[in-house]
């Protein structure tokens, strides 16, 4: 399980307005719909096509959700890697789940609730992929594939305390959304930013080819 998670210093929860929540909605799909068709496919095979928008606390939602499905409840520990998540992946529910509701995002305004959204989207598709394609070799040079990451992902990954078998899933997927967003803007190929090692890693576990 990942989330994708924003600092927010959580205030008292409002009610998500029904338009919010359909425009939310909208915006996955169109962040869905914006994936290379390869990737689409890939995606459905290991069972990371569905998504589902909430208004409530992730780690309340997941916990919900795992017991409906017979799972056992939520370690504390799981409870708590989600406190500030906007969006995660249930490996187990093979679902995405986006707390439109988060307080991250109630005062952004059209544009930038869009881009964080459909950011947000692809990053939980990317670690999908990296989660179940990746192999046992790759995750264990999760801290050297950090060391080469951009610098602003590499701090992210580190404050947002990760233990180190997660640093290689979330790498990938932040650098899978940064992919994805460039080429929504038509911008294709390696990024002078990425290190090539990484370009390429992220390539295999995507199936990445522009």
Aim: charged share 30%.
């Amino acid at each position: 399980m990942t989330a994708s998670r924003e600092a927010s210093g959580r205030k008292e929860r409002q009610p998500l307005e029904d338009r919010r929540h359909t425009r939310a909605a909208r915006i996955i799909g169109l962040a869905w719909a914006d994936l290379p068709a390869e990737h689409r496919l890939l995606l459905e095979n290991i069972g990371a096509a569905r998504w589902r928008v909430v208004d409530q606390a992730l780690a309340d939602c997941v916990d919900d959700l795992l017991r409906s499905a017979g799972h056992a409840p939520m370690a504390p520990a799981d409870r708590l890697g989600l406190v500030d998540a906007v969006g995660v992946w249930v490996e187990e529910l093979r679902l995405v789940l986006v707390d439109a509701g988060h307080p991250a995002l109630v005062d952004l305004d059209d544009q930038s609730f869009e881009m964080m959204l459909a950011r947000i989207a692809w990053h939980e598709w990317g670690h999908a992929l990296s989660v179940v394609r990746a192999e046992a070799d790759d995750v264990a040079d999760g801290e050297r594939l950090l060391a080469l990451a951009p610098r602003g992902v590499s701090e992210r990954i580190r404050r947002a305390g990760y233990r180190r078998s997660q640093f290689t899933h979330e790498l990938v997927a932040d650098i899978y959304a940064l992919l994805m967003s460039r080429r929504r803007r038509g911008e294709t190929g390696r990024p002078p930013w990425l290190d090539d090692h990484i370009y390429q890693f992220v390539r295999r576990i995507s199936t990445w080819n522009d």
